[in-house]
């Protein structure tokens, strides 16, 4: 029996309404993951550079919850000895794309842990691989709440809030000279910008952008989402500038918070709000002589209009 | 980049077969092999042209694979090692030798033979038990041949005839017009009123080809029944009816279209001459009759003076009441009045008063129908029927009449089934659509002969009207004392005589009768040997705990076996057959017969192998002859094949292939003398095609007039007429079948009694179900809801439960997983899709299952698919879905005068669980 | 030109899952994997209700988004507009699983038959490995069509040409054609009929065209 055929409900018939996919789970999530915040990490590494500070610790870090995340997804694909394949189709796919940035980021990131004049370089492929990861979801048509065009800032604000929170997380481990002020700014920034992003992609998915059910997952997620991982990391830096005997330990939970806000946010949207489109009609068909009818969308709040 | 074959230059056979798993086949189609294994069932696409739905395959016969190679079939004979048999025991099944399987068989049969074929009681110590719908026949091979050659043999074991078939239309249609099935003439059919009738679910591959075909060409078709079937779905319109309320809908468009409409708008030519319409009906009830030859009165228009309804020249007057100066009437036994200036009223008089009680206002309090619907759908159907028009097919000119009305199941049986029967009949009576192109048609007869063309089936009797087999209710030949234990021929004069007779009776009471002795009736015995093949009552029966416990008490149970299953559970022999892809048979195919089964050709169609037969498992007729030798009956055996009980007489005109009868003859003889007889019969003797030829050509047809589709053309070729709208014949039979019991002693009979009336009415039909609920001592109030089934396309009369795909694609189709019910009545109930509930009914019997969701359904209303709750079938007993069978009683007062009772009941419901 | 499509006259499909049945055996499917099926959906309150049955599957979509995400090429667009995939590239990456707005797509990673455990005598035969941790869907029954096509027969008229669904079909609710002919039977339907395509908005294209009513309506 197929997954998606073992993930459908109990009373059969009820898989007209769109359900949750079962094709990718916490293993390509775990992509999105690694990802992003290893790249919004590779970023800041690279923005570093430009201000003098150089950490080899970081620069592996960033690429190795890249890597981490890489590896989660190859766990997940069904054919792992063909996995090389996935060069093959760089003239349309993100997911070849990604894999090809991948092929300049590692052997560029492993030249600058050599060279330290190139980590001021190491951003752009960073950049890169954490777009491809946003178009990932955007080209996905079947799953509404990764096709929406706000997934791209959502994916993008998030990495970099991420990152920056892995970067003042272990900034004051490695950074002899600690985290410079800016380290701070980036990460609020980028914090309002998620939880901006975030206010109007969940209110389009809840307006009829996604099926009934996702929207469900992701008012219930919202809630803690923005207290718990934007406001509460925005408390900390603030206090983090109102109480600077405490600023190590209040910029390393801001961007600890941070960064597992983001997660959150990703494991919510790959396995949890991850509904598919499901099967719509638009007109109901007149049945020899009779009327025709109406159209139905089982499981969104929209019904198409009869067109007639 | 398009996928190879997996497995390229394999060695690729398309063999040629049938499928005739339910009453819909035969189905032509092709099983695809590769490399000697069955990969594919696909279409007989050169059954295109011949096959009225172009040699296309139902869903069911796609199982057949999976049936062939199942895991679970039973491949060798087996014997039962535990003499307890029981719900709750192990049979121990060991298995055995063919030859120790046969002996067993045989040593029993020829101890009841040297015994005596009857028992002390007068019936058959044999009994048998096969599947509904005549379907099994098409797979038994020459048993047929065995069956004849043995004598008695109790075949009133149903299987849940009476209850799941068309009973009321299968005895009253047959009576009316020879139309045992009864069917729209769906290729020419412009409007149908369809009360219940699921034949998108039922009515098998030409059902749904037929009725697509014509909805493509703007047929209209009006639904009536409590939920949404998918046959509802695919009509025109929906109209949600209380449950048993169907005569009252009838009967209100009968009462738009006499009393509202004009009356040039309904077929006076067809009432005045078809019908006996003006028959003159004197003050005791009966007909009017002229006093030298007996023969019914009219009221000549020309003459002005009655005269005998056949006096060349007379015009009938349709209306109206008449003064007569002589006559007499003939009522029950010796009743017999001389009459002197009477007032004879006209049959259709009477109607149309009748009919005048039964408003549309009245109607919408009864069955829930808005009285405007009711209105509209009399009009449009008067409308439609295109009245004085007239089509020509193979030259001959017919009356056209684009009409029809169809009834289902539960809609056809129990009480309220002959009601219903009448008014469906009398609204294509009013336009003239009863049996001419576009409008109601039989399909079939049963209790009549030759079952080949019903069109020959019948001369005029004095009346004026098709002759019937009815079983005698006179005082010297009623029978007082039953052929077999359900007392069909004692009981229901309408039921005849048949072979199908005894299966036809109210089969109920062979199991009833054992637990229930009545009163004057010998004590019904348990048959001492009981053959089942192809069925399984303890699921499909209704009280099916009842019949289990019958089952249980059997002292010899012998079933033919493909798994386990819920009745073989207590049988002490089973018997492999080789199954539906694996055994040989040639069966007719064509002409007319059951649903939507009128093509024009017939001829006959060979199943054979396509799937090497599996263990031991035997071909049918060999199975067959074997027991003929074993019980010395080798040679009435081998004669009954000669004659043609297996399906084709070996003798013709000017062809002779018969078998020499004291010899045994395997399978493959049997058949090929049967394919040659057969190709002789279709080429009047000029060819002579062996089962060589037949196993590579799979079919052969000749032409069948579409024109005998129609008995009306037929009728009125021999000056008859239908004995409608009055029913005096039934009437005198009633009266007389009364006046039999009451001299006999019984009384338990009378309520049936009252079912024989000159004109049917309204009475409070669902109201005998209420009262059940009384008489078995609970509260109507804690059994708010009716429950009804349905048909499941995927798995009607298959005995395909244990097949994986059916199960997999049935999923598809709302209702197969559970409880069907409308959301309003799941939050009175509190329960939500998926919840786990509890059915209960009057007879103290539960099932439990999960709740389904419907916008499809009455409020007051539930659905069970399909016959679910299997406890030994492999499978099938994983589904956790129940079935009503279990809850639907089998009692005295809940059967009706033809000895059918109906798929209903009441339930309570309760909450047992949340969804998992 | 030519570019293959199907009709589903939804005025017609009675639900029997006919197609569904034939296409499993054609394609010979594992238990649950449909790349034909009929969905039973129900429209409407009561009284007032309706039922429809409406056959899905992989909709060899003119900008199909399966083919736009596929990272290894296995997925691809024929000239003719059949989508295919090629299951000795794919590496069952999922990801056009998602991408499809039908549901058309599936992927079994291990052998599974009937009865559970144990093949049968037909599974056992026709048991194709290459199937296995790999995409899989509707091909519009491609080795028919091809075959017929080198054999000088028409797809959609003669059956050795046509997909199994379509000749399987008991109400003739099912046709199959060349959009591009203008007297090619799913042309003259389109002509004949109202029609409309299954979440046309998302821009796909997709070639099962549901007929719902009739023109002259």
Not at chain 1, 39 to 51: F, K, N, Q, R, V
Not at chain 1, 116 to 129: G, H, M, S, T
Not at chain 3, 68 to 74: E, I, K, Q, R
């Amino acid at each position: 029996m197929s997954e998606q055929e073992e993930a459908q409900p109990q009373m059969r018939h009820l898989g007209l309404a769109p359900w949750l996919q079962t094709a990718w789970d916490l293993r390509a999530a775990g992509n999105f993951i690694g990802g992003g915040s290893g790249t919004g990490l590779l970023i800041l590494t690279s923005a570093a550079a430009y201000y003098g500070i150089y950490s080899r610790v970081l620069l592996l870090a960033g690429l190795a919850l890249v890597g981490l995340g890489l590896f989660s997804v190859f766990l997940e694909i069904g054919r792992p000895l063909r996995a090389m394949n996935v060069l093959f189709g760089g003239k349309r796919s993100w997911m070849t794309r990604e894999a090809m940035v991948a092929g300049v980021l590692f052997p560029l990131g492993a030249a600058a842990l050599v060279y330290p004049d190139l980590v001021k370089v190491v951003w752009i492929p960073a950049a890169a691989y954490l777009y491809c990861q946003a178009r990932i979801l955007e080209a996905t048509k079947g799953i509404p709440t990764w096709r929406s065009p706000l997934i791209l800032p959502l994916i993008l604000s998030t990495g970099i809030a991420e990152g920056a929170g892995a970067f003042l997380l272990l900034g004051p481990l490695v950074l002899e000279a600690g985290i410079p002020e800016w380290g701070g700014a980036v990460l609020i920034s980028a914090l309002a910008a998620r939880v901006f992003v975030w206010m109007f992609y969940r209110r389009r998915m809840v307006d009829g952008g996604a099926p009934v059910a996702a929207a469900a997952v992701l008012i219930a997620f919202s809630g803690p989402f923005t207290i718990g991982g934007n406001v509460m990391p925005i408390v900390f830096l603030v206090l983090a500038g109102l109480q600077p005997d405490m600023a190590v330990a209040a910029l390393a939970a801001a961007g600890l918070i941070a960064m597992l806000g983001g997660w959150a946010l990703k494991i919510t949207i790959v396995t949890k709000a991850a509904h598919n489109q499901g099967f719509a009609i638009d007109h109901s068909p007149a049945r020899g002589s009779g009327e025709s009818g109406v159209g139905f969308k089982p499981g969104w709040r929209e019904v198409p209009k009869d067109k007639t | 980049m398009s996928p190879a074959p997996a497995k390229p230059a394999a060695k690729v056979e398309k063999v040629a077969t049938y499928c005739y798993q339910c009453v819909a086949g035969p189905d032509l189609m092709t099983v695809k092999v590769v490399d000697g294994i069955a990969t594919e069932i696909e279409p007989n696409h050169k059954a295109s042209g011949y096959h009225p739905a172009e040699g296309k395959v139902c869903v069911k016969a796609f199982g057949l694979i999976q049936k062939a190679y199942s895991p679970h079939r039973i491949l060798t004979p087996m014997k039962r090692t535990n003499p307890k048999k029981g719900k709750d025991q192990d049979p121990g099944f060991v298995p055995i030798s063919w030859d120790e399987a046969m002996g067993i068989i045989a040593d029993k049969l020829n101890t009841i033979r040297a015994e005596g074929l009857l028992d002390e009681a007068g019936y058959p110590k044999v009994a048998a038990s096969f599947g509904g719908a005549g379907t099994p026949t098409q797979y038994m091979g020459s048993l047929t041949a065995w069956l004849s050659a043995w004598g008695p043999i109790d075949f009133g074991f149903g299987s849940g005839q009476g209850v799941k078939c068309y009973h009321s239309e299968h005895l009253y249609g047959e009576f009316w017009h020879r139309g045992y099935v009864i069917t729209p003439d769906t290729p020419r059919t412009n409007y149908i009123i369809s009360c219940g009738n699921n034949s998108d679910a039922s009515a098998g591959v030409c059902g749904v080809y037929r009725h697509a075909e014509a909805r493509g060409r703007g047929m209209k078709k009006v639904q009536v029944e409590p939920h949404l079937s998918v046959t509802g779905a695919c009509a025109s319109e929906w109209l949600p009816i209380r449950p048993k309320t169907d005569a009252a809908f009838l009967f209100a468009l009968l009462n738009v279209m006499t009393v509202e409409a004009r009356r040039d708008q309904l077929d006076i030519p067809f009432l005045r001459d078809r019908t006996s319409s003006p028959y003159l009906v004197g003050p005791n009830g009966f007909y009017l009759r002229d006093v030298t030859s007996e023969k019914p009165l009219i009221w000549d228009e020309k003459t002005g003076k009655p005269v005998p309804f056949d006096t060349p020249g007379a015009v009938p007057a349709l209306e109206g009441r008449f003064a007569v100066a002589v006559a007499m009437e003939l009522g029950a036994d010796e009743e017999r009045w001389e009459l002197k200036d009477v007032s004879g009223t006209t049959a259709f008089t009477m109607f149309a008063e009748h009919i005048a009680q039964y408003t549309p206002a009245w109607a919408a309090k009864v069955c829930d129908v808005p009285e405007a619907r009711i209105r509209k759908i009399a009009n449009e159907f008067l409308e439609a029927a295109c009245v004085g028009q007239t089509i020509e097919i193979e030259g001959k000119t017919m009356p056209y009449r684009p009409v029809a009305v169809t009834l289902g199941k539960t809609v056809n049986n129990g009480w309220g089934g002959a009601e219903c029967c009448w008014g469906r009949t009398m609204l294509t009576v009013l336009v003239g659509a009863l049996e001419v192109p576009g409008g109601t048609i039989g399909t079939t007869i049963r209790i009549n002969r030759p079952v080949s063309n019903r069109l020959e089936s019948f001369e005029g009797c004095r009346d004026g009207f098709m002759e019937y087999p009815f079983n005698p209710t006179d005082r010297d030949s009623w029978k007082s004392k039953p052929s077999i234990r359900n007392a069909y021929s004692t009981l229901v004069p309408l039921v005849g005589n048949s072979s199908w007779s005894p299966a036809l009776g109210p089969t109920q009471f062979s199991y009833m009768f054992l637990d229930e002795p009545q009163e004057k009736l010998p004590r019904a015995t348990f048959p001492e040997f009981l053959l089942v093949y192809r069925t399984n009552p303890v699921i499909s029966f209704w009280d099916t705990d009842r019949v289990a416990s019958v089952v249980s008490r059997m002292p010899f149970v012998a079933c033919f076996a493909v798994t386990l299953d819920e009745t073989n559970h207590f049988a002490d022999i089973l018997l492999p057959d080789r199954t539906d892809l694996e055994g040989l048979q040639l069966i007719r195919i064509g002409g007319t017969k059951f649903q939507e089964q009128y093509w024009d050709c017939q001829g006959f169609a060979l199943r054979q192998p396509s799937v090497q037969a599996q263990g031991e498992s035997r071909d049918f007729t060999d199975i067959a002859t074997d027991l003929a030798a074993r019980t010395g009956l080798l040679e009435k055996y081998n004669a009954a094949v000669n004659r043609g009980s297996h399906g084709v007489p070996l003798k013709g005109a000017n062809w002779d292939f018969s078998l020499p009868v004291d010899k045994v003859h395997t399978a493959e003889e049997i058949w090929d003398a049967s394919c040659k007889s057969a190709s002789a019969e279709l080429t009047d003797g000029k060819e002579a095609h062996g089962l060589d030829w037949w196993r590579q050509n799979g079919f052969r047809t000749i032409p069948f007039p579409v024109a005998n589709w129609f008995l009306t053309p037929a009728l009125a070729e021999k000056g008859l007429r239908y004995e409608l709208p009055y029913q005096e014949r039934l009437t005198r039979i009633g009266r007389q079948l009364g006046n039999r019991l009451r001299e006999f002693g019984i009384n338990w009979w009378d309520r049936q009694l009252e079912e024989y009336r000159p004109l049917f009415g309204w009475h409070d039909f669902p109201k005998f179900w209420e009262d059940h609920v009384v008489e078995c001592g609970g509260k109507l109030a804690d059994f708010p809801f009716w429950v009804i089934t349905a048909r499941s396309m995927q798995y009607a009369w298959g005995s395909n439960m244990h097949i994986p795909l059916m199960r997999e694609v049935s999923g598809n189709v709302k209702g197969h997983d559970g409880v069907v019910m409308n959301p309003a009545a799941a939050v009175k109930l509190g329960v939500r899709e998926g919840d786990r509930i509890e059915v209960s009914s009057p007879i103290g019997k539960s099932v439990q299952g999960r709740v389904v969701l419907s916008q499809g359904i009455r409020p007051d209303t539930i659905l069970m698919m399909s016959q679910f709750d299997h406890w030994a079938t492999p499978v099938a007993k994983d589904f956790d879905v129940p079935s009503m069978n279990k809850l639907t009683a089998m009692s005295m007062s809940l059967t009706d005068a033809t000895g059918s009772a109906a798929d209903l009941t009441r339930v309570g419901i309760r909450k047992v669980g949340e969804r998992a | 030109m030519t570019k293959w499509a199907m009709t589903a006259d939804l005025g017609r499909c009675v639900g029997c899952q006919t197609c569904t049945t034939a296409c499993r055996h054609a394609n010979n499917t594992p238990p649950g994997v449909q790349y034909r099926k009929v969905l039973d959906m129900e429209v409407g309150e009561f009284p007032d209700v309706r039922r429809v049955f409406v056959p899905v599957g992989c909709m060899h979509c003119d900008e199909p988004p399966c083919r736009d995400v596929c990272p290894t090429t296995a997925t691809t667009k024929r000239a003719d507009g059949m989508v295919m995939i090629d299951y000795d590239i794919c590496i069952g990456c999922g990801y056009c699983i998602l991408a499809c707005p039908y549901q058309a797509r599936y992927k079994v990673t291990k052998p599974t038959f009937a009865f559970k455990g144990e093949a049968t005598a037909n599974e056992a035969q026709r048991f194709d490995e290459r199937l296995l941790g790999v995409a899989q869907k509707c091909t519009f029954c491609v080795d028919r069509v091809d075959y017929g096509l080198a054999n000088g027969l028409t797809p959609g008229v003669d059956p050795e040409a046509t997909p199994a669904c379509v000749n399987a079909c008991l109400a003739k609710a099912l046709t199959f054609g060349d959009l591009d002919d203008p007297n090619s039977n799913v042309r003259k339907l389109l002509d004949k009929n109202k029609s409309f395509r299954m979440h046309e908005e998302l821009g796909t294209g997709p070639n099962i065209h549901y007929l719902w009513e009739t023109e002259d309506k």
